[in-house]
């Protein structure tokens, strides 16, 4: 089942500031929605609005056109920028709680098959964040949001992140935000363009140069 | 007095614990588990050990 989650009329001050004012995004099941902007525009912020971590002044967030009142974990998920799994918790114990099956992991990260019982504490940050993706990337939330995914990573595990979330947008709808920009541009299907507390969709380059988010 | 500070250190643990893990109340929102849960679940549990203790305490005083 295709579901829709559609957010706009979000109003965001912080002090005197008017961080998100004109913001319009749309995602859906089977669709990866790229976010861009330059650093301070309020991208980070509006993820957590999206998840309620933020209140708004104003805000109107709808799933499959009726608006959300709750967001619990069956409709979305959110991957923020720092690491977030407890550094006392063990691998087996999130695979555990996400329901997520370590040798479809393993078959794609053969490093960690001997880890299944390491803690947090003892892996690498790049460890852990790949463990924080793969969990949220492939839980049965409908709509995860992705802060920064590709940020701490190696070439080779960009390319295998990506790789799963091309695979899993199959079940789920997923908003990225990245200043690796490239790599958004390559996977997603549609890209909001976040300046000035307004979002635009854009669909090139020159668009992007133009709007000054890259170097003309 | 035994009380009045054990919810002070209650409140300064309230602050300090939702400053220092921020990050990681995320964890427990993604599996669906909200702050306000998770900070009734461990006061209830913090409470009754207290006053079990306090009952314990008060047969040997």
Sequence with gaps: ??????????????????????????????????????????????????????????????????????????????????????????????????????????????????????????????????????????????FTLLDEPFSNLSPITVELVKDLIITEKSNKGFLITDHLYAHIIEISDAIYLLAEGKTRLVSDLDEMKSLGYING | MLVWLKFFVQGVIVLYVNDYNKSEFLYYRNLGISKRKLWIGSFLIDMSIFIISLLIAGRFL
């Design chain 1, 1 to 142: 089942m295709i579901h829709t989650l559609e957010a706009d009329s979000i109003l965001l001050e912080i002090g005197a500031r008017k961080i998100l004012s004109d913001i319009y995004i749309k995602c859906e099941t089977g669709t990866i929605t790229g976010l861009l902007g330059r650093n301070g525009q309020g991208k980070t912020c509006l993820m957590n609005v999206l998840f309620g971590n933020l209140k708004a002044r104003h805000k109107s967030i709808r799933l499959d056109a009726q608006p959300m009142k709750d967001i619990d974990s069956s409709i979305l998920t959110y991957l923020p920028q720092a690491n977030f799994i407890p550094k006392s918790s063990t691998i087996k114990q999130v695979f555990y709680f996400f329901n997520l099956d370590f040798d479809h992991f393993t078959d794609r990260c053969p490093d960690f098959k001997m880890k299944f019982d390491f803690k947090f504490l003892n892996l690498s940050t790049g460890q852990r964040r790949l463990v924080e993706i793969y969990a949220l990337i492939m839980c049965r939330s409908k």
